[in-house]
């Protein structure tokens, strides 16, 4: 495992950092902030500040340049990374793309699909979705039921998707769709890049206990996506959706890393003076710092070995048991400090008690989304660790 980087990739977290303390709005820095504005502005808001950092140079850092990317090292894509959420940037609104579509496209998409799909994402021109889970398909994924019927050189989509993150600001969304009659599980799927800005394609938000409607449903009847926007050739769609699980689940620790170590810090600002003399509070508080420090040499094992060729594969469930358990535990840290005022909807009128409670809300979320925990232990087990079936 290498701990350090490169003379230049350190050039470049100066260069970069300098850039974040110009440019990050001030008020983003007070974790309160998003709570104050709808979830519409704020949207907005980051959708059009990515534009400015796309401007600068600062998107698609590991990406070559003829995509429109920066053309860095995996190691300069981690400081960004890590520096963005030093810098208390949210995650981008189109995460989903770029994290899970992005390095798919790179692998396995034909050159038209680079130069069509990732310039435009990098600007946040194009919003994409992920339409995988379906109310009888969650994590038993090849149990899907949307239909793709051949038609010329067309496939007419019929079927819903559920779960699915920015539905009502997405362009498009890489869909798995059996495209093979009377095919079984695994086979006959394929993954289809659909616009969602045509007839027959609904989207229809979905109310989270936070408030917030981040997901939704997504609806086709007889939506028509043509052959050629398939990714990975057609009938493959269960190993490209393998494929880019494994980038869904790996996804650089070190960003996450940095950003629950603000959290931990704000947790403990909240602890009163008398709840922080508590021993058995500290005893929690210092767990989390061990858990947390495990987390980083986690994410810095992880970039060795990508910085070496290394595919992530099965071993991305590791990453993604360890972030989500160690977020999860994180908050619910925070809810003991609560008390039973943690499941009340609002529990503290300030405006910096909201936004954690708003976190430890989502923190539910991580175990699930990306696969559930239970799915992640039986994929370690068995293609990690070789035990029987
Ligand atoms: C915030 C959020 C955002 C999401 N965004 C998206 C998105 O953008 N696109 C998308 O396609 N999906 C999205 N999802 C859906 C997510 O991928 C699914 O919720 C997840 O895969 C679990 O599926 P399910 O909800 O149908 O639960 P189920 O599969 O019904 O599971 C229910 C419970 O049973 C357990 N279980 C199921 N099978 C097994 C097994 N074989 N062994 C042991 N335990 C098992 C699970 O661990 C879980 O505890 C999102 C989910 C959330 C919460």
């Given at each position: 495992?290498?701990?350090?980087?490169?003379?230049?990739?350190?050039?470049?977290?100066?260069?970069?950092?300098?850039?974040?303390?110009?440019?990050?709005?001030?008020?983003?820095?007070?974790?309160?902030?998003?709570?104050?504005?709808?979830?519409?502005?704020?949207?907005?808001?980051?959708?059009?500040?990515?534009?400015?950092?796309?401007?600068?140079?600062?998107?698609?850092?590991?990406?070559?340049?003829?995509?429109?990317?920066?053309?860095?090292?995996?190691?300069?894509?981690?400081?960004?990374?890590?520096?963005?959420?030093?810098?208390?940037?949210?995650?981008?609104?189109?995460?989903?793309?770029?994290?899970?579509?992005?390095?798919?496209?790179?692998?396995?998409?034909?050159?038209?699909?680079?130069?069509?799909?990732?310039?435009?994402?990098?600007?946040?021109?194009?919003?994409?979705?992920?339409?995988?889970?379906?109310?009888?398909?969650?994590?038993?994924?090849?149990?899907?039921?949307?239909?793709?019927?051949?038609?010329?050189?067309?496939?007419?989509?019929?079927?819903?998707?559920?779960?699915?993150?920015?539905?009502?600001?997405?362009?498009?969304?890489?869909?798995?769709?059996?495209?093979?009659?009377?095919?079984?599980?695994?086979?006959?799927?394929?993954?289809?890049?659909?616009?969602?800005?045509?007839?027959?394609?609904?989207?229809?938000?979905?109310?989270?206990?936070?408030?917030?409607?981040?997901?939704?449903?997504?609806?086709?009847?007889?939506?028509?996506?043509?052959?050629?926007?398939?990714?990975?050739?057609?009938?493959?769609?269960?190993?490209?959706?393998?494929?880019?699980?494994?980038?869904?689940?790996?996804?650089?620790?070190?960003?996450?890393?940095?950003?629950?170590?603000?959290?931990?810090?704000?947790?403990?600002?909240?602890?009163?003076?008398?709840?922080?003399?508590?021993?058995?509070?500290?005893?929690?508080?210092?767990?989390?710092?061990?858990?947390?420090?495990?987390?980083?040499?986690?994410?810095?094992?992880?970039?060795?070995?990508?910085?070496?060729?290394?595919?992530?594969?099965?071993?991305?469930?590791?990453?993604?048991?360890?972030?989500?358990?160690?977020?999860?535990?994180?908050?619910?840290?925070?809810?003991?400090?609560?008390?039973?005022?943690?499941?009340l909807a609002r529990p503290r009128p300030?405006?910096?008690?909201r936004?954690?409670h708003?976190?430890?809300?989502?923190?539910?979320?991580?175990?699930?989304?990306?696969?559930?925990?239970?799915?992640?232990?039986?994929?370690?087990?068995?293609?990690?660790?070789?035990?029987?079936?």
């Amino acid at each position: 495992m290498d701990l350090s980087f490169t003379p230049d990739e350190e050039r470049f977290r100066t260069q970069l950092r300098a850039w974040l303390a110009d440019n990050v709005p001030r008020q983003w820095r007070s974790p309160s902030f998003w709570s104050t504005v709808s979830e519409a502005e704020a949207f907005e808001l980051r959708r059009d500040w990515e534009r400015v950092r796309y401007r600068a140079g600062f998107a698609g850092i590991s990406l070559p340049r003829e995509y429109g990317g920066r053309g860095g090292t995996p190691g300069m894509q981690a400081i960004h990374d890590e520096e963005t959420a030093r810098a208390r940037v949210p995650h981008s609104v189109n995460q989903i793309g770029l994290t899970f579509l992005v390095p798919t496209v790179m692998a396995i998409g034909t050159d038209e699909q680079k130069r069509d799909i990732i310039l435009p994402m990098l600007r946040n021109d194009v919003i994409w979705c992920q339409g995988f889970s379906e109310p009888g398909a969650g994590s038993d994924l090849a149990a899907l039921r949307t239909v793709g019927v051949l038609d010329g050189d067309e496939f007419v989509v019929t079927g819903q998707k559920v779960w699915t993150t920015n539905a009502a600001h997405g362009d498009k969304i890489f869909t798995l769709v059996r495209t093979e009659p009377g095919s079984k599980r695994h086979h006959g799927i394929s993954m289809l890049l659909i616009d969602m800005h045509q007839d027959g394609v609904e989207a229809r938000p979905l109310r989270q206990m936070s408030g917030a409607s981040e997901f939704g449903e997504v609806f086709f009847t007889n939506a028509r996506v043509k052959v050629t926007d398939c990714l990975g050739g057609v009938g493959n769609g269960w190993s490209t959706a393998m494929l880019l699980l494994s980038f869904e689940r790996g996804a650089s620790g070190l960003a996450q890393y940095t950003a629950f170590r603000s959290q931990f810090d704000e947790i403990v600002a909240a602890a009163g003076a008398e709840q922080i003399d508590d021993p058995v509070l500290r005893q929690r508080l210092a767990r989390r710092i061990v858990d947390l420090e495990c987390l980083r040499y986690h994410a810095m094992h992880v970039l060795t070995q990508v910085e070496k060729g290394g595919e992530l594969g099965a071993e991305s469930s590791l990453t993604k048991l360890q972030w989500s358990q160690t977020h999860q535990q994180l908050w619910e840290t925070f809810d003991d400090l609560l008390g039973p005022e943690a499941t009340l909807a609002r529990p503290r009128p300030d405006a910096d008690m909201r936004s954690m409670h708003r976190e430890a809300m989502w923190s539910r979320s991580v175990t699930i989304w990306g696969g559930s925990s239970q799915v992640q232990r039986t994929i370690v087990a068995e293609r990690v660790l070789g035990l029987p079936r």
